[in-house]
């Protein structure tokens, strides 16, 4: 079923008649109005939907006026059945207007006495529209925490609604989108990475660079039968592109304009495909020069092809040769690739709007630092992220509690900080027998958390530092499991926090993610070849959307790669870039955005996050990157050390930062006692670890828990190097240090 909709001499009068009623008119206005033989119909036809029920329907047409890019169409998306039950492939497209293109309809008919809520959203379609089911992905969205809402009455016959996209209740509340079906891919070009033959003779080089997608016949509904010559023929696909060293640096539709480059610059461009085994990025270059009078005299450089499908993992660097129309090699440049993907395991839905980081109360927030702080670095009566931690933060006050997250060999997320766990070895004695309280010497060794499961870290236990270190009686220090409240236990799984009655769902969770990087010393904070991101970001996601339900949720990290996956894999959740900034106290990152505040700063806008966590050393000599983060209207945060001192928490909270991250607010759970554990497991543990020394297998003949065979750790608080650790995510934190076999695993 159809309607017609007037040409454009009635459209006027139509949107006179629609002004005077305050948005909403019935169309028997329209029709006495418009009322005549004269009418011409336009060509442009309405879909009309329908419940095809038996209760009273209302005729609904929803007018929307939008600033999309040609490639993008308009959907509705609700919580009523024929609007899809907020799923985003069940939307319905609306009709783009074929004379003010800035406008889209569709016209519904919908139940009467019933409160419908709905929300926009823009998206790009698939083009092989042979498909039965026609796919499409969320470009932007309207984010609003409360959708829109229709409520109809008995007494409605027809109702027009007119809408600006991303405006509503006096705000605008417009969001990219997420990924639902399709995958992102990141290429940047560093321009000071390109290399020519004979750089003197060309005069301002150019970059043009298209995305494409190539059909491909390992695509689902591909027949080589059925397409033709054309078909297997690259088609070009929408893209943006970032000047990131430019003032203007936000991304831009790509219309594949020529882009001058200097040494400096930094161009990031991206694209979203249904796939990425087929998906490739051309890199042109061109010498354009003007000697011969005003005209601009363009030369082709030379031509690359990056092809998405030649990465591994989904990240990484590939130096590729750029070719003139000989196919000779003229030159080089590396590409630096990401590719995300989305979160497969659970479906989400338009239903929650965005959470935004804003102050409440208009005032700066404070956020407990691993609950009520570092129990090592900073004694304190409360072990680090541990739910007891986080109970006490929760009762002095704190908005928000910060914790750490990280991954396990069985693929859970736990709550702790530190990448290793410390282990301290002894040589077997000669009698084959091992008394814990000799004062022997240990070799001091260290294991990834990473390389351990979950039941394994179990095996914790703890005990009083200051006894423990004279080991003057090991086994009478031992508190058993069974004398130590569940609270306090270390490791945690995220679920448990996220599920944990006792911590009131009023008080939000800032979530670190880590992930271990590489420094620009040319060490790693962990080793090579760790987790693939895409598949570890998607295993703490989906813990949180599952179980945080109505509890404030931000994401943050210290990777710039981890925060652009923790922004596009889901819709509900801001993301804030972590950074250490310019500072002298840890060690400098090899990724070029951690480098100073400035460029967190860019980085955070660009990519459309929520903001940047600032390291209080660099602001307390430059206060500039906040201020430059406040024109961007980027929520601010900040954490270190420095807001111990009473007199820089009050400087930064008199700048209006939203958050501190802190922990002087705790001071009454902080005393000079500190703490550690103990930790036993069954002799098949060992093989977990390798000495890097070689030290034969020592003695495991103390029958502590349920096997014979354990043996004994004690956590220390400082890092293997003696020293505090690097990037601000390491410092001064529980190490887990024990006795264990010599075994034969790969040292890390």
């Known amino acids: 079923m159809y309607i017609v909709i007037l040409d454009k001499i009635y459209l006027n009068i139509f949107w006179r008649s629609i002004s005077t009623n305050l948005g909403c008119a019935s169309f028997n206005v329209v029709q006495r109005l418009c009322c005549g033989e004269s009418i011409r119909i336009a060509s442009r036809w309405l879909p009309f939907y329908s419940t095809n029920m038996s209760i009273k329907e209302v005729e609904v047409t929803f007018i929307l006026t939008s600033s999309f890019a040609g490639f993008e169409s308009a959907f509705i998306s609700g919580s009523h059945d024929l609007l899809g039950k907020w799923n985003p492939s069940a939307g319905l497209p609306m009709v783009k207007d074929t004379i003010e293109e800035n406008k889209w309809y569709i016209q519904i008919m919908l139940p009467v006495g019933e409160k419908i809520q709905y929300r926009f959203f823009s998206a790009i379609s698939d083009p092989r529209t042979s498909l039965p089911n026609p796919r499409h992905f969320i470009t932007h969205y309207e984010g609003s925490l409360h959708p829109r809402e229709i409520f109809l009455s008995d007494e409605s016959e027809t109702r027009i609604i007119l809408c600006e996209f991303g405006e509503f209740e006096k705000q605008a509340f417009e969001n990219s989108g997420w990924l639902t079906c399709q995958n992102e891919v990141l290429l940047t070009i560093d321009a000071s990475m390109v290399r020519f033959m004979h750089p003197q003779k060309l005069h301002h080089v150019h970059l043009k660079v298209g995305a494409f997608r190539t059909m491909s ?261 031992l508190i058993k499991d069974s004398e130590v409240d569940a609270e306090l236990l270390p490791f945690p799984l995220l679920i448990q926090v996220l599920q944990h009655q006792s911590l009131p769902s009023c008080v939000g969770f800032m979530i670190e993610v880590k992930y271990p990087q590489k420094l620009k010393c040319g060490c790693s904070e962990l080793y090579e070849n760790y987790t693939e991101r895409n598949a ?122 939203d958050e501190l991250i802190v922990m002087a607010l705790f001071e009454r759970f902080r005393r000079e006692i500190g703490f550690a554990y103990l930790l036993y497991f069954a002799s098949s543990f060992a093989r977990a670890c390798k000495l890097k020394n070689q030290i034969s297998p020592i003695n495991h003949s103390l029958g502590l828990r349920k096997s014979s065979l354990f043996q004994h750790v004690h956590i220390k608080s400082y890092n293997s190097d003696g020293q505090r650790s690097t990037g601000g995510r390491s410092s001064f934190t529980n190490k887990l240090s024990f006795l264990a076999n010599g075994c034969s695993r790969a040292s890390v």
């Open 536 to 657: 570890y970001v998607d295993v703490i996601v989906t813990d949180v959307l599952k179980n945080a339900h109505q509890r404030k949720i931000i994401f943050s990290s210290f990777d710039p790669d981890v925060c652009l996956m923790l922004k596009i894999k889901q819709n509900r959740y801001p993301v804030l870039f972590l950074t250490q900034g310019d500072n002298s106290r840890y060690e400098i990152y090899e990724d070029w955005r951690t480098w100073s505040s400035d460029t967190a700063v860019k980085f955070a806008f660009v990519h459309d996050l929520a903001g940047v966590a600032f390291h209080s050393e660099e602001l307390l000599s430059n206060i500039a990157p906040y201020r430059r983060a406040l024109k961007l209207n980027l929520a601010t945060f900040v954490w270190g050390d420095d807001l111990d001192e009473s007199r820089h928490r009050e400087y930064f909270r008199n700048l209006h930062f």
């Open 217 to 477: 016949s390992y695509e689902p509904q591909f027949s080589v039968e059925e397409n033709t010559y054309d078909d297997f023929q690259e088609s070009c696909w929408p893209s943006w592109y970032s000047h990131f060293k430019s003032h203007d640096c936000a991304f831009k539709e790509n219309r594949n304009e020529m882009l001058s480059i200097t040494p400096r610059d930094i161009w990031i461009f991206k694209a979203q495909f249904f796939t990425t085994d087929e998906s490739i990025f051309k890199v042109e270059f061109f010498s354009i020069s003007d000697e011969e009078g005003d005209s601009p005299v363009v030369e082709q450089i030379g031509t690359a092809i990056v092809l998405t499908s030649a990465l591994q993992n989904y990240r990484g660097s590939i130096k590729l040769p750029i070719c003139d129309v000989k196919n000779k090699v003229v030159g080089s440049f590396v590409a630096e690739l990401l590719i995300i993907k989305p979160i497969t395991d659970i479906k989400q839905t338009l239903e929650c709007g965005f959470t935004e980081v804003k102050k409440q109360h208009n005032r700066t927030m404070n956020i407990g630092h691993r609950g009520v702080g570092q129990s090592c670095a900073k004694p304190c009566t409360l072990p680090e992220n541990t739910i007891a931690s986080f109970k006490a933060a929760t009762l002095s006050g704190a908005d928000f509690v910060e914790f750490d997250v990280q991954m396990t060999k069985d693929w859970l997320p736990v709550v702790y900080h530190d990448f290793f766990v410390k282990i301290w070895a002894r040589k077997r004695p000669s009698n084959r027998t091992l008394n814990l309280n000799d004062h022997d010497d240990f070799s001091v060794q260290t294991i990834a958390v990473s390389d351990l499961t979950k039941d394994e870290l179990d095996m914790l236990m703890m005990v009083d530092e200051q006894k423990f270190a004279n080991r003057s009686d090991v086994q009478g220090n």
